[in-house]
């Protein structure tokens, strides 16, 4: 294999002292306890796992974390009753709603309820609007892994070609914005683009965010480009036993190593860096709500 391997689970881990760190400053110097509220309807296992390592990792960096576990029967005012009285506690810094919700509860009502200074997630309309002109907030947490990977990796990314494969708020979108702020070409791809793979082929820097296992072939990849893969997605694995499964990208991770300059892994890419972006943005949202300038160094 050619390409080097971008250690999202290492990054993740010096990222986490830093926060420590800032922490450990903002309490001493401050007064402050950065705060994070994770809230979470029903019983989806994939989310209850996810929030409880949320959970473990704001208490390991020295945060108050609170944990809401409401059922699956609880009523959208309900919800909305919480996350008003989140927004109005001063030990809260940020809150998270655990998507999905159950259907009837409207996702869309309860993140424009959160309090656009709380919102860690970078969802709330306000904190789009200040991502896409530039102000300081928090920052989508899974764009925002991939472009300190990025950064790490390459340095300065001014100039380069950026191939953006998937439009979601979520992660596209976000990852464009971003992308374009560090002065890339950036170009947004999609179920509609035509000839994907030419499209590819020209990038310096590849992002993979549709979720299709190993879509991208490895060659499209242009020799040297540095690959982010953010796609997780689980598909069966017999060979590990009948009824076995793993997770793979949106990369055909092996073929692409052999051409790439470097590439993330899945897992242990660009998934551990999401829940530490979380963290880094309560250190924000914790900053900018007291009056603080935020640290620079969560962001690079
Ligand atoms: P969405 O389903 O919201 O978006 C997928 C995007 O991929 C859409 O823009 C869609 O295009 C595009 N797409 C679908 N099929 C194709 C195709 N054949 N060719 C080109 N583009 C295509 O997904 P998300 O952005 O939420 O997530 C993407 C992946 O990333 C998933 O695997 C998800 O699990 C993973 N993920 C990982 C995270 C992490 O922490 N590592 C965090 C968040 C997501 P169109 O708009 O035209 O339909």
Not at 94 to 106: E, M
């Amino acid at each position: 294999m050619a390409a080097k391997i971008i250690d999202g689970k290492l990054f993740a881990e010096g990222l986490r002292g830093r926060i420590a760190g800032h922490v450990a400053r903002l309490k001493s110097e401050h007064g402050i306890t950065p705060g994070l509220a994770v809230v979470i309807v029903g019983h989806d296992p994939g989310s209850q796992v996810y929030v409880a390592q949320k959970a473990k990792q704001t208490v390991e960096v020295g945060m108050h974390s609170e944990k809401y576990e409401l059922p699956e029967t609880v009523s959208e005012a309900e919800v909305l009753a919480l996350v008003e009285k989140l927004n109005a506690d001063p030990a809260i810094h940020g809150i998270l709603v655990q998507l999905p919700v159950p259907k009837h509860i409207d996702s869309l009502k309860i993140i424009q309820t959160i309090s656009p200074d709380k919102d860690v997630d970078c969802f709330t309309p306000a904190s789009v609007g200040k991502l896409v002109i530039g102000l300081p907030g928090p920052v989508s947490c899974t764009p925002l892994g991939c472009l300190m990977l990025l950064r790490d990796q390459l340095g300065s990314l001014s100039g380069l070609d950026a191939v953006i494969i998937g439009r979601s708020n979520l992660v596209g979108k976000p990852m464009a914005q971003l992308l374009l702020a560090d002065s890339c070409t950036v170009t947004m791809a999609h179920s509609r683009t035509k000839n994907l793979a030419e499209v590819v082929r020209r990038a310096d820097i590849v992002v993979a965010a549709v979720g299709r296992p190993k879509m991208i072939q490895g060659d499209w990849i242009k020799p040297g480009a540095t690959v982010i893969d953010v796609g997780i997605n689980r598909i069966d694995a017999p060979e590990r036993g009948e009824g076995k499964t793993r997770l793979v990208g949106d990369v055909d991770y092996a073929a692409a190593a052999e051409v790439a300059g470097a590439i993330t892994p899945v897992p242990g890419g660009v998934g551990p860096m999401t829940i530490a972006c979380l963290l880094a943005n309560t250190i924000t949202t914790a900053s900018l709500i007291n009056g603080l300038v935020p640290p620079s160094d969560l962001t690079a």
